[in-house]
């Protein structure tokens, strides 16, 4: 077990062992005020008030408590949770008949049987049972002690099952904000090198257009270091994100040649959050792929929200030279990982190809409430 889950698993234990301790607390203490209310519920109905019957509950409540604290504070720890499961039967066995011993020894001794005729009528002899073999009043507190620690027992496990199921669940939550961390970090990394590539082409061509297209990657910096380390952005925030891709990669190709078109929402409510930089994978994978310079091509890229679900679809031409290339990288696989870590079963996504078009075809919930609950 390394040191971070044992971190996780010791604040579970605290927190549930608090609780725990609170509940036993309260059922004790309902045990120890309800003969009151039962003497003052008589004191209502007939105006009496036994003192004795409450000292006589609250005495015989003592032994079966300090068993409790025995059980729960020695037995279940170091004998039962530890799987010493003989050693704890044995204690059981021998706590019972400590308890049963003292249940005896503190029985008021039976009362003389009353005086008898020595030869009465046959017809008039009285019938005496037999006395049983153990009294009512030992089995009935045997019966407490049993079911006394049987709860313990049972809520014990109750609450150890649901503070490891808690401890799995932080922790399995934790790799999975790692695994998505790691993610983005892959993809911002990707997606420099790709805009780089295209600043160092554009160098050799246009040095104008090389320091515009700088300055629109100065922006794209800022978004990709400041808004990839958050949890949620702005659907309007990474629709403005996307435009300055798109804008910054159109300079490189000639209009006559290549057609790119962009349909975003004129006006997105701020309340809207996605992940940061989920589309931007099959955009990229747009413009590396779908892109000729020998032959006319285009993409079409829309981004839309309705009804609490963000629509993203992203069409390229596949150029004859690339027919037979494999179309993903990277930055294909990654966001799909990340759409399975986020959204689990709640989001659509369908790849297709068809009569050389590659299409992208994603569906999310635009609420943060709607993401998949890893």
Not at 111 to 124: A, Q, S, T, V
Not at 246 to 265: F, H, N, W
Request: net charge neutral; charged share 20%.
């Amino acid at each position: 077990m390394t040191a971070e889950k044992r971190g996780y698993i010791a604040g579970y234990d605290i927190y549930s062992s608090r609780n725990e301790k609170v509940l036993y607390g309260v059922i004790w203490s309902a045990m120890m005020i309800l003969p009151v209310v039962l003497e003052l519920w008589n004191l209502i109905s007939d105006s009496r008030f036994d003192w004795d019957f409450v000292l006589r509950w609250w005495s015989g409540m003592l032994p079966l408590i300090l068993l409790f604290i025995i059980h729960n504070q020695f037995l279940i720890p170091n004998l039962m949770k530890r799987g010493k499961i003989g050693a704890y039967i044995l204690s059981i066995l021998i706590l019972t008949a400590a308890y049963a011993g003292y249940v005896l020894l503190s029985m008021p001794p039976k009362p003389p049987m009353p005086h008898m005729n020595p030869m009465p009528p046959i017809h008039h002899m009285p019938v005496h049972k037999r006395p049983l073999p153990f009294h009512f009043h030992l089995l009935f507190k045997l019966m407490l002690a049993v079911l006394t620690m049987g709860l313990n027992v049972a809520i014990s496990l109750l609450f150890t099952y649901t503070r490891d199921q808690a401890a799995r669940k932080e922790l399995e939550n934790r790799r999975l904000q790692e695994e998505l961390k790691y993610l983005k970090q892959q993809i911002s990394p990707h997606f420099l090198m790709n805009v780089l590539n295209n600043i160092h082409e554009m160098t050799e061509e246009n040095v104008k257009e090389a320091q515009d297209m700088i300055l629109e990657l100065s922006y794209l910096l800022r978004y990709v270091l400041y808004e990839s380390e958050k949890d949620m952005t702005t659907l309007r925030s990474e629709c403005l994100f996307i435009s300055s891709y798109i804008s910054l990669m159109k300079q490189r190709y000639v209009e006559d040649i290549v057609t790119v078109a962009a349909e975003m929402p004129e006006s997105i409510s701020e309340d809207i959050s996605i992940p940061p930089l989920l589309f931007i994978s099959f955009i990229e994978n747009a413009f590396k792929h779908g892109i000729s310079y020998n032959s006319k091509s285009f993409i079409d890229i829309s981004l839309n929200e309705k009804d609490g679900e963000i629509f993203f679809l992203c069409r390229n031409s596949i150029p004859a030279e690339r027919n037979n290339a494999a179309i993903g990288g990277v930055g294909l696989s990654n966001v799909k990982r990340r759409l399975n870590l986020l959204y689990g079963n709640s989001y659509s996504l369908n790849i297709s190809t068809d009569n050389n078009i590659y299409s992208v075809n994603l569906t999310i919930p635009s609420d943060e409430h709607k993401m998949h609950d890893n």
